[in-house]
């Protein structure tokens, strides 16, 4: 398990660095990003540092064990509200198959997984 939550550390912390060092570049190349509006800057950076912030918190997770729990829930406040927001534009705007299949593929599962590491570690213990 603690593998599995260094490696989502990792995708949400080179996420966050990459929207922080290089916006523009993380706009153009994250698939659908460029559908949702006009590139904002200065909107990429603050999402960033919500990305570095729960891939830290995951970080700790996995070197903490006995703080885990308490630090996955940081982490998914930022990771589920964003998963829950995509879900809900896809409710609003209807279902495209690729838009659908991104989104839970790179916002929901990520954000999901945490979660479900947590509950099985508490289950197993």
Do not use: K
């Not at 703080?67 to 509200?81: M, W």
């Not at 838009?99 to 599962?109: K, T």
């Amino acid at each position: 398990m603690r593998s599995l939550l260094c490696a989502l550390s990792a995708l949400q912390l080179l996420n966050g660095l990459l929207m922080l060092l290089a916006p523009q570049f993380w706009y153009g190349a994250m698939p659908g990003v460029t559908e949702t509006g006009p590139f904002n800057v200065h909107f990429v950076r603050d999402t960033g540092l919500g990305f570095l912030s729960a891939g830290f918190a995951l970080w700790l997770a996995a070197i903490y064990p006995l703080s885990a729990r308490l630090l996955v829930t940081a982490a998914s406040v930022f990771l589920l509200g964003h998963a829950l927001l995509h879900l809900a534009e896809i409710a609003m705007h209807g279902p495209e198959l690729g838009h659908i299949s991104r989104d839970l593929a790179l916002i929901v599962v990520p954000a999901l997984l945490p979660l479900m590491i947590i509950a099985r570690r508490r289950s197993h213990a």
